[in-house]
């Protein structure tokens, strides 16, 4: 890493402390600033405006997920992989301390971006490049795109504190999802084919003859 990109990490994690501690509305510049030790000059020149921090923040958000994706095995090019890595990325565990991290911060952000549409646009990118993903993951466009709007609403329900499962049924959850997946991971049955009036010999029909 180099020195300007350790310094952005720094900042990055600066505002993401103010936003913990006291608040999106409490993000400034000055602050994030503060909080990393570094000089207002120095927070300007990698983020001349609010807006384009927490546009990097959103982005920070949404690259930590790509590479939850990657770990879950997105990138293997089997059929229902990228799905597969969607629902587990999604429903990755709970309760532990980073995961509640990263809900809390999403939520502040989320929450801050809301009145400025502009800085949603990112996110709304990233989201139409998943989608993309599961769409062409070789298994019905139909049955990826459910289990991928399911995992997003657990996403926004845990994010938002909208009656979150507790921990059996989310983990049931999970497992009717996965299990869905496999269903549509299934070769299919071919049909029995029809009763043909002319039998069929190596493929060719034999017509009956006709009594003499």
Do not use: C
């Not at 990263?102 to 800085?119: F, K, P, S, Y």
Request: avoid cysteine.
């Amino acid at each position: 890493m180099t020195r300007a990109e350790d310094t952005r990490e720094r900042i990055l994690f600066g505002a993401e402390e103010v936003v913990l501690r006291d608040g999106v509305a409490h993000l400034t510049l000055e602050a994030a600033a503060h909080e990393a030790g570094i000089s207002k000059g120095g927070i300007l020149y990698h983020f001349g405006t609010r807006a384009a921090l927490v546009a990097a923040m959103v982005e920070r958000l949404s690259s930590r997920f790509d590479e939850d994706l990657e770990r879950e095995g997105a990138g293997s090019g089997l059929p229902g992989a990228f799905t597969r890595a969607y629902l587990e990325a999604s429903f990755g565990p709970s309760s532990d301390a980073a995961g509640n991290r990263e809900l809390r911060l999403g939520a502040a952000v989320i929450a801050g971006v809301a009145a400025d549409t502009e800085l949603l646009e990112p996110l709304r990118e990233r989201f139409a490049a998943w989608q993309r993903a599961l769409v062409a993951d070789g298994i019905a466009p139909a049955s990826a795109s459910l289990i991928r709007l399911a995992a997003d609403g657990l996403w926004f329900t845990e994010l938002l504190s909208l009656a979150p499962l507790d921990e059996d049924l989310r983990s049931s959850v999970r497992d009717e999802l996965l299990a869905h997946l496999g269903s549509a991971l299934a070769p299919q049955t071919a049909p029995a084919p029809s009763k043909a009036r002319d039998e069929h010999v190596a493929g060719r029909p034999v017509r009956k003859r006709n009594p003499s």
